[in-house]
């Protein structure tokens, strides 16, 4: 493959990343990116997680160029964004937290203004054929003012498209959004990614990001704590959980099993939170039955994403 031809390893780089927002009389400056690395690769799903104020929008922003960062080296699709701002952004589509688009034009006259910004001729514009993905055809000519939220929400990722870039930014997408639109978003951009576009998503359902995500970073206070395929991510948890189903319902935890991190829970299941590797499940199941207890049945439960983030976040301190 010629030079021309060679795609980038990574879709998105920051090198040494700050942003400083300048304080006033009332509040002193603001370091919202304290010397962020991140490199996404190409062709991943990857999710950018962190509590409120943890400097994900400003990350975001700064690639799209509605922030200017302090220092630091920024790359989109290979492009640093110093050297070539127009093509930066043209190699990335973001679709924001925020609705923002002109409630007068219909989805398609959207969509066809947008793309004639992006300079995009128009034998080669895909504005049917992204309404048609998004599930907006049949609103094609109505008024966005009379669109519902969800809907709008749709027409946002459709906008991002028009220019066919190959990294698409998915900031809080689903929020305010129901299970049914949430999950026929998700059906394109799983689409999306299978032709080769590298997906970036922010989102408080963590759920979500378990679900969809093959690799998590997390940023907290302008700092990434972590970056890892998503296995590896919830490995770092070495504690899970044995769910006992007692036949007769127990009023407070045996005393055999005292020394073990163990609660009843309201539906009457006792729960043993253990260290994998360390603590023996047989002593814990030999121990409830010497104190009598008949098993009605029992299982295990995996940390899982959130269990991970909270570790990771919680009560970090400057």
């Known amino acids: 493959m010629s030079d021309t031809l060679k795609l ?10 700050r942003k400083t927002y300048a304080g006033s009389a009332k509040a002193p400056p603001k370091e919202a990116l304290r010397g962020i690395d991140l490199k996404i690769p190409r062709g991943s799903i990857f999710g950018l997680l962190g509590p409120n104020g943890a400097g994900k929008s400003t990350f975001i922003n700064v690639f799209a160029g509605l922030v ?35 409630v007068f034009f219909t989805p398609y006259e959207t969509l066809e203004l947008i793309a004639g910004f992006y300079g995009v001729p128009k034998a080669e514009r895909r504005t049917e054929e992204l309404l048609e993905a998004v599930g907006l055809m049949d ?24 220019h066919a870039p190959p990294v698409l930014v998915l900031d809080e997408p689903t929020a305010g959004v129901d299970i049914e639109l949430r999950r026929q978003l998700w059906e394109y951009v799983r689409e999306l990614h299978a032709r080769g576009t590298t997906i970036v998503l ?5 759920e979500e990001a378990q679900e969809l995500c093959d690799q998590i970073a997390i940023i907290d206070q302008g700092q990434v704590v972590a970056c890892e395929p998503k296995e590896q991510l919830l490995k770092r948890m070495d504690k899970k959980t044995l769910v006992i189903e007692p036949v007769e319902a127990l009023n407070a935890v045996p005393g055999e099993l005292s ?8 539906d009457g299941a006792l729960a043993i939170t253990y260290r994998y590797g360390q603590q023996s ?27 991970v983030f909270l570790a990771l976040t919680y009560n970090r301190q400057d």
Do not use: C
């Open 139 to 162: 609103k094609r000519d109505a008024y966005v003012r009379q669109l519902s939220g969800g809907m709008k929400r749709r027409l946002l990722v459709a906008k991002a498209m028009v």
């Open 8 to 17: 980038p390893d990574f879709a998105l780089e920051a090198i040494d990343l």
């Open 202 to 206: 922010t989102t408080h359902y963590l």
């Open 68 to 102: 200017k960062k302090t220092s630091g080296t920024v790359r989109t699709w290979g492009i640093d964004i110093d050297k070539d701002s127009r093509a930066a952004r043209a190699a990335i589509g973001i679709v924001p937290q925020e609705i923002n688009m002109d």
């Open 281 to 307: 499940v047989a002593d814990m199941i030999e121990k409830f039955r010497a104190s009598g207890g008949r098993i009605d049945d029992l299982r295990t439960e995996e940390p899982d994403l959130e269990d």
């Open 259 to 266: 020394e073990y991190e163990a609660e009843i829970r309201e």
